[in-house]
């Protein structure tokens, strides 16, 4: 949700209100307004809905009680005459699951015999215009309908579990503003265009904090790595088992690897003891190869660390690996895939094989927010340019202080077309229906991996290429 200033005068909103009251023949309040009404509102939804009229009272007292500073909650009804005929609520969340999807409409309901004269509309509109001008630029709706809430304009998001488990169908909508301005201001000067060179320098700061907070986080485990010996990390441990069928009947054992964009270096210390004879790793951020270098070292591992620009890595990686492996999370902090591919080539001796397993492209699609597909798919459509002060650990959120970040989406062709563009050969395609960290508001925690909720579409959530440099090249 976007939250705007909320502390203009309510009178501006009056010329509106009563121009749908003129309209419709009835009058549309908001009981903010009305404080005397709350004894017959709250029974009134509570006749309606298997809640407490306890429940609603409160509600709109806590409503009343904030004034013209308060969002949510807010309560609305028509009335006939003084009757109310139909009513709707905001509030944080309507019994689900999904915080994240907030303020959430609720209650909506019409008296049976005021049915069919649009009021459910012109209710819904009231409701979003009185939002917006107390700040709130988007609004959600809980429903078991189905086409009902879009022939009024409201735009199905995906389905949401409520709260006894049951799926509902999640619906969201721009809010306007009385005079049909929109919350969000369209007239704010559009910011310079960033070059990919200052926007590669500005994800490595990030990431240069990323390190710090990661390192001690629970997810990354550094700990625990360093105190067993034999311990290798759950993602290091899927990448190998896709790998492993491309790999002689020793598996890793007499071999040297590359781990490309490396960070901290908990995956890369777990292809050592995967049986690798020699291991690498690269990353362009500073501080987390410092921290790489601490774990190796407090790990007894021998192992060699680069920084530098992966898309580079042959330039000033004077050698060649007999595997070269990419993780989870990494080439959407790439412009572009051509010079990557051929780094990877030069990369390899002839005969090795390169592993990436990634998020799949169908995430950046769904906006890693939902099951609705809301952004584009296919690759060149531009960096995604945003600002976070947290990561995917635990506990992150305020510890990042540079908290510009910028992506780039890469589809199959993309990826694909790159390792064939540069000679490489393609031996296994995977598409997986797991995800190593919660790419997805929904998915569950199943062991140590993230997967769909039983009851909703099985989709692919990350995915695995394997290729292989020729021994004889063409």
Same mark, same amino acid.
């Given at each position: 949700?976007?939250?705007?200033?909320?502390?203009?005068?309510?009178?501006?909103?009056?010329?509106?209100?009563?121009?749908?009251?003129?309209?419709?023949?009835?009058?549309?309040?908001?009981?903010?307004?009305?404080?005397?009404?709350?004894?017959?509102?709250?029974?009134?939804?509570?006749?309606?809905?298997?809640?407490?009229?306890?429940?609603?009272?409160?509600?709109?007292?806590?409503?009343?009680?904030?004034?013209?500073?308060?969002?949510?909650?807010?309560?609305?009804?028509?009335?006939?005459?003084?009757?109310?005929?139909?009513?709707?609520?905001?509030?944080?969340?309507?019994?689900?699951?999904? +915080?994240?999807?907030?303020?959430?409409?609720?209650?909506?309901?019409?008296?049976?015999?005021?049915?069919?004269?649009?009021?459910?509309?012109?209710?819904?509109?009231?409701?979003?215009?009185?939002?917006?001008?107390?700040?709130?630029?988007?609004?959600?709706?809980?429903?078991?309908?189905?086409?009902?809430?879009?022939?009024?304009?409201?735009?199905?998001?995906?389905?949401?579990?409520?709260?006894?488990?049951?799926?509902?169908?999640?619906?969201?909508?721009?809010?306007?503003?009385?005079?049909?301005?929109?919350?969000?201001?369209?007239?704010? !000067?559009? !910011?310079? !265009?960033?070059?990919?060179?200052?926007?590669?320098?500005?994800?490595?700061?990030?990431?240069?904090?990323?390190?710090?907070?990661?390192?001690?986080?629970?997810?990354?485990?550094?700990?625990?790595?360093?105190?067993? +010996?034999?311990?290798?990390?759950?993602?290091?441990?899927?990448?190998?088992?896709?790998?492993?069928?491309?790999?002689?009947?020793?598996?890793?054992?007499?071999?040297?690897?590359?781990?490309?964009?490396?960070?901290?270096?908990?995956?890369?210390?777990?292809?050592?003891?995967?049986?690798?004879?020699?291991?690498?790793?690269?990353?362009?951020?500073?501080?987390?190869?410092?921290?790489?270098?601490?774990?190796?070292?407090?790990?007894?591992?021998?192992?060699?660390?680069?920084?530098?620009?992966?898309?580079?890595?042959?330039?000033?990686?004077?050698?060649?690996?007999?595997?070269?492996?990419?993780?989870?999370?990494?080439?959407?902090?790439?412009?572009?895939?051509?010079?990557?591919?051929?780094?990877?080539?030069?990369?390899?001796?002839?005969?090795?094989?390169?592993?990436?397993?990634?998020?799949? !492209?169908?995430?950046?699609?769904?906006?890693?927010?939902?099951?609705?597909?809301?952004?584009?798919?296919?690759?060149?459509?531009?960096?995604?340019?945003?600002?976070d002060d947290g990561s995917y650990t635990e506990n992150s959120e305020g510890a990042i202080a540079h908290?510009?970040?910028?992506n780039w989406r890469h589809d199959f062709q993309e990826i694909l077309g790159s390792l064939l563009e540069?000679?490489?050969?393609?031996?296994?395609?995977?598409?997986? +229906?797991?995800?190593?960290?919660?790419?997805?508001?929904?998915?569950?925690?199943?062991?140590?991996?993230?997967?769909?909720?039983?009851?909703?579409?099985?989709? +692919?959530?990350?995915?695995?290429?394997?290729?292989?440099?020729?021994?004889?090249?063409?």
């Open positions: 949700m976007h939250a705007h200033d909320a502390d203009r005068s309510l009178a501006q909103n009056k010329p509106f209100r009563e121009e749908a009251a003129r309209a419709s023949g009835f009058e549309i309040v908001p009981v903010r307004e009305q404080p005397g009404i709350i004894e017959q509102a709250s029974a009134w939804f509570a006749s309606k809905w298997d809640v407490a009229t306890d429940e609603y009272r409160t509600s709109m007292d806590a409503c009343c009680a904030a004034g013209e500073g308060g969002t949510v909650p807010q309560w609305y009804v028509a009335l006939d005459d003084g009757k109310i005929v139909a009513g709707a609520g905001v509030i944080d969340n309507d019994f689900h699951t999904r +915080p994240d999807l907030a303020p959430n409409v609720c209650a909506v309901h019409v008296e049976p015999e005021w049915r069919g004269l649009g009021i459910a509309r012109k209710l819904l509109d009231f409701v979003c215009r009185d939002m917006a001008d107390l700040g709130v630029s988007r609004l959600f709706l809980l429903t078991d309908h189905d086409g009902f809430y879009e022939r009024m304009g409201w735009r199905f998001r995906e389905m949401v579990r409520d709260n006894d488990g049951a799926m509902g169908r999640m619906y969201e909508k721009e809010t306007t503003a009385a005079g049909g301005r929109a919350t969000e201001s369209a007239s704010e !000067p559009s !910011p310079k !265009p960033l070059s990919d060179a200052t926007r590669i320098a500005e994800n490595r700061l990030n990431w240069d904090d990323r390190a710090e907070v990661h390192a001690a986080s629970e997810f990354y485990e550094v700990e625990k790595l360093i105190a067993d +010996p034999a311990k290798v990390s759950g993602t290091a441990q899927r990448d190998y088992n896709v790998l492993r069928p491309h790999l002689p009947e020793s598996g890793l054992a007499g071999t040297s690897v590359l781990h490309l964009q490396c960070h901290i270096g908990t995956d890369t210390l777990s292809w050592t003891r995967l049986g690798a004879r020699e291991v690498w790793g690269l990353d362009f951020s500073p501080a987390s190869l410092a921290h790489a270098r601490r774990i190796a070292q407090r790990a007894g591992a021998d192992i060699t660390y680069v920084q530098g620009d992966v898309r580079y890595a042959a330039d000033f990686i004077d050698r060649s690996f007999d595997a070269v492996v990419t993780g989870t999370g990494a080439i959407c902090w790439l412009p572009d895939l051509e010079d990557w591919a051929r780094s990877i080539a030069r990369l390899l001796v002839p005969g090795g094989v390169f592993l990436l397993r990634d998020d799949h !492209p169908l995430l950046d699609a769904l906006a890693y927010e939902g099951m609705t597909v809301t952004e584009d798919y296919l690759s060149g459509t531009g960096c995604i340019d945003y600002e908290t510009a970040n910028h540069a000679g490489l050969v393609i031996e296994g395609f995977h598409e997986l +229906p797991y995800a190593e960290w919660h790419a997805l508001p929904f998915l569950e925690r199943t062991n140590d991996v993230w997967t769909m909720p039983k009851g909703m579409p099985l989709i +692919p959530l990350c995915f695995a290429v394997v290729a292989r440099k020729p021994r004889v090249l063409p």
